[in-house]
């Protein structure tokens, strides 16, 4: 046996006994925990949930409650931002979001992250964020109470590979938007509600209960690394005052492997267009 083989070997079979796999990216959550109950339920299994694929992947996940950690400098240690519950208000904390996308930065949304009420009763509307970025300009409705909908997957992406054509999602609050996101040449819808879920959620007012349209779920910019995700509200036991979770949003097999392929594939930035 030559050195060089000898060393290998020996290599090889110290790595075997206690090497750990090499970190594959950084995953960096805010979350404020500060609104309704549904989404506090949401972002403690959230924080499970990816915290147990990040061993599984190899991957780092850390949280943060403090938005003065969205700086470009803790940013540049950074591969992936996920926005659990909500997005930054001050000027700063938001230009900084800005220019780290805008550096091909990735990121992940999810639920009340998207939502913004008018300007008017909202002064520090975001327009970047809500009408570039995410396409989706203001907040329009939502259904009630949260339950499950039949999906459709609608484009061909690394999010969606493996998901079959239509797939039954955890239960959750659905949004409707000011925008038809199939306008936008820059949005490419990767689920929507399928229509066999019509009648969808159960009110009772009747503005609550969908019969009929089209509704994108999950959806990518192509000038930016980035996913949204309308799921994140919890069903909660409201009526008796007890708040417990009466749901999970990670309890179809389908819409996970859908959130873990679109972590995957912002955390590898072999291409932006990959």
Not at 135 to 141: K, M, N, R
Request: glycine share 6%; aromatic share 14%; hydrophobic share 40%.
């Amino acid at each position: 046996m030559t050195p060089t083989k000898a060393i290998t070997l020996l290599l090889l079979s110290v790595c075997l006994a206690g090497c750990k796999p090499a970190t594959r990216f950084t995953v960096l959550a805010f979350y404020t925990t500060q609104h309704d109950a549904a989404h506090i339920s949401f972002v403690h299994e959230a924080n499970t949930w990816f915290s147990q694929q990040a061993g599984i992947h190899h991957f780092k996940y850390d949280t943060t409650r403090n938005w003065n950690d969205l700086t470009k400098s803790n940013l540049s240690e950074v591969d992936v931002i996920v926005f659990l519950d909500s997005r930054p208000d001050d000027s700063v904390h938001r230009l900084a979001f800005q220019n780290y996308m805008k550096r091909g930065g990735s990121w992940m949304g999810f639920h009340f992250a998207g939502f913004a009420l008018t300007p008017s009763a909202y002064p520090q509307n975001w327009d970047w964020y809500h009408s570039e970025f995410l396409g989706a300009g203001q907040y329009a409705s939502n259904t009630w109470r949260p339950t499950a909908a039949v999906l459709a997957t609608e484009a061909v992406h690394p999010a969606t590979t493996g998901l079959p054509k239509i797939f039954t999602s955890a239960p959750n609050e659905w949004y409707r938007w000011q925008n038809d996101l199939r306008l936008n040449q820059n949005i490419e819808i990767l689920v929507a509600i399928d229509s066999t879920s019509f009648p969808l959620g159960t009110g009772p007012k009747a503005h609550e209960i969908w019969y009929s349209g089209y509704y994108p779920v999950v959806w990518t910019n192509k000038n930016y690394r980035m996913i949204y995700f309308n799921m994140g509200h919890n069903n909660m036991d409201y009526e008796s005052g007890s708040n417990q979770t009466l749901s999970s949003t990670f309890s179809s097999a389908e819409q996970n492997q859908l959130i873990l392929n679109s972590l995957l594939w912002l955390g590898t930035k072999s291409s932006a267009n990959d």
